[in-house]
């Protein structure tokens, strides 16, 4: 008697789950499809940033994101001193945390996001110019970056001829080595390019 009150009971709600399914079915609506549109209003505002240009660059000798540091009020590279390892970029005290965690400040090389500054260890050499974008500003490239951005933008090519050699001597053996090219390859192509090589004994 109890198994068979058991099917009767299962039979039941089947049925019922069967019934509540066709009614929604029955009851269900397509609603027209809605257009939202819009367009960007211009407005003015105070836009915080500073451009460090090629000649600039050169003068006060910036060849790492460490450099950087001094050069622009409230910009701060937190460094280890092995390349960019752990390194914190803060500006406006907003920065990164070591190694994990989305970057508080982000790295651009023209206009590309590299991520982390401490994942970034390459030398500055041969730049047309660094942009320091302070503060929301460093949203409008489309990444998070609530302190700003730091845009690193590469040499372009141009329609002269231009070639550059350097080499610098430094305190624990340290040692630059530098190349740079740019000028016309025929009548509608151009190139750039550039390379650094350093190395030094360290000092421990």
């Not at 240009?53 to 937190?78: A, K, T």
């Not at 989305?102 to 651009?108: D, S």
């Not at 009548?187 to 190395?199: E, F, G, I, P």
């Amino acid at each position: 008697m109890k198994k068979t009150t058991l099917s009767f009971f299962s039979l039941l709600l089947s049925a019922s789950l069967y019934c509540q399914e066709s009614d929604a079915n029955a009851s269900r609506q397509t609603l027209d499809e809605i257009a939202v549109q819009g367009a960007r209003l211009p407005a003015s505002a105070i836009l915080h940033s500073d451009l460090l240009q090629s000649d600039e660059i050169e003068l006060r000798e910036v060849r790492s994101l460490g450099d950087l540091s001094g050069l622009s009020p409230n910009l701060h590279l937190n460094g280890n001193g092995i390349k960019s390892f752990g390194d914190v970029l803060i500006m406006r005290g907003i920065g990164n945390t070591q190694f994990f965690g989305a970057p508080g400040v982000q790295m651009y090389v023209d206009g590309v996001p590299q991520g982390n500054a401490f994942s970034y260890g390459a030398d500055l050499y041969d730049l047309e110019s660094v942009e320091i974008l302070k503060g929301a500003q460093g949203h409008a490239s489309g990444k998070l970056s609530p302190g700003g951005a730091v845009n690193l933008i590469t040499r372009r090519p141009g329609d002269t001829q231009r070639s550059k050699v350097s080499a610098s001597y430094g305190s624990f053996d340290t040692q630059r080595y530098g190349l740079g090219s740019s000028g016309p390859l025929g009548d509608d192509s151009s190139y750039s390019v550039s390379a650094q090589h350093s190395l030094s004994d360290g000092f421990l």
